[in-house]
């Protein structure tokens, strides 16, 4: 087993950045009083398929799981792999956390069942990378996480958009990488990889559930409510582009150009946010990649700014971050392409 101490793992899932994955709470309430009896016949079905649990017997380490020594990678790699995992528990976690409590406090028996299958699937998934974590001596504190990290009120409706993009591009990226390495075997430099099939599936079908969530009333797809709709696209997809470019090493030794697998992953969501979203982002509008990379380098200037300990990065802030905040609208001002949804919701991961 490898050697390396590092008690800082808990201290970057505390982390507090634009980009860093969050906790959430939400009007528990409010989404107490939904009513799926508009969507039953497309909602029982899946609540079916996740009462079977798919998945309960396959985050266990079997003899798939290859010797691996986290000293036998190079320093750059190692601090960009750590860091990657650190920041997929977060947000494993912070689903965990949220759906959890979900559970703890409703009373309506098909939210309360749908959330605790969701809970105790993240809570897999969270644990199964603190095990990886583990064989380098490092794991994060998750009792001390939900204790202390800072919680970001989402009032319901918020919490729909923003996680159910976070499910479907979290199903997009794991079965982007998979299909990846598939292909590419010999740059599967962690045997982790090789449980993102089926994970992927269990992130598929929160997300399935978040599109049905959204049916169950017309109102949360149109209206003001397409702009935040597209406020969520832009954010999330922006935020993504920004944290994978943060880590150069990790790619290369995937052997994944870091562009090209944003771009796959991106359209991927898009094209499965047609079964709920009216809207679409239009990847083909050139000033989309161009302003995903303004937005970028405001942010890594921003970051710097808020970072520095000098007085004159210090006086840089107000404008760093007004910065950010016009790449963000740039980005935002580039127009949507319409999207007629379709009668059903439900699809198949069929990528
Ligand atoms: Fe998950
Ligand atoms: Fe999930």
């Known amino acids: 087993m490898s050697t390396i101490v590092d008690d800082n793992t808990t201290d970057m899932a505390m982390e507090e950045t634009l980009i860093s994955p969050r906790f959430y709470t939400t009007n528990y309430k409010e989404l107490d009083k939904v009513d799926v009896s508009s969507i039953r016949n497309e909602w029982d079905p899946l609540i079916k398929e996740m009462r079977s649990d798919p998945n309960k017997k396959h985050f266990q380490k079997t003899s798939a799981w290859d010797d691996f020594d986290f000293e036998d990678l190079e320093p750059g790699l190692r601090k960009e792999f750590i860091d990657f995992l650190v920041s997929s528990l977060t947000s494993e976690f912070s689903g965990c956390v949220l759906y959890k409590e979900m559970k703890r406090q409703g009373n309506n028996e098909d939210i309360c069942e749908l959330f605790a299958m969701m809970a105790r699937d993240e809570a897999r998934h969270a644990g199964f990378i603190n095990d990886a974590l583990r064989e380098a001596n490092i794991a994060v504190n998750l009792g001390f996480l939900t204790r202390k990290k800072k919680y970001t009120y989402f009032a319901p409706k918020f919490i729909y958009y923003a996680t159910y993009l976070s499910e479907k591009i979290g199903y997009a990226r794991y079965i982007t990488i998979y299909r990846h390495l598939e292909k590419n075997p010999s740059a599967r430099f962690h045997p982790i990889f090789k449980w993102f099939e089926k994970w992927c599936n269990d992130e598929f079908r929160h997300g399935e559930a978040f599109a049905l969530l959204m049916?169950?009333?017309?109102?949360?797809?149109?209206?003001?409510?397409?702009?935040?709709?597209?406020?969520?696209?832009?954010?999330?997809?922006?935020?993504?582009?920004?944290?994978?470019?943060?880590?150069?090493?990790?790619?290369?030794?995937?052997?994944?150009?870091?562009?090209?697998?944003?771009?796959?992953?991106?359209?991927?969501?898009t094209e499965i946010s047609r079964q709920v979203f009216p809207i679409e982002i239009d990847h083909d509008n050139p000033k989309w990649m161009i302003g995903l990379k303004r937005v970028r380098k405001a942010m890594l200037a921003y970051g710097r700014a808020k970072q520095s300990k000098s007085i004159?990065?210090?006086?840089?802030?107000?404008?760093?971050?007004?910065?950010?905040?016009?790449?963000?609208?740039?980005?935002?001002?580039?127009?949507?392409?319409?999207?007629?949804v379709p009668q059903s919701v439900r699809l198949q991961p069929i990528y």
């Open 312 to 340: 004159i990065g210090k006086l840089k802030l107000p404008i760093t971050a007004l910065n950010l905040g016009v790449a963000f609208a740039r980005l935002y001002a580039i127009p949507a392409k319409k999207n007629i």
């Open 215 to 269: 049916r169950t009333d017309p109102k949360l797809t149109s209206g003001l409510n397409v702009y935040w709709i597209k406020f969520f696209l832009v954010a999330v997809y922006a935020t993504m582009y920004v944290r994978d470019h943060a880590r150069p090493e990790f790619h290369k030794a995937l052997g994944v150009d870091i562009d090209w697998y944003d771009d796959q992953v991106l359209r991927m969501t």
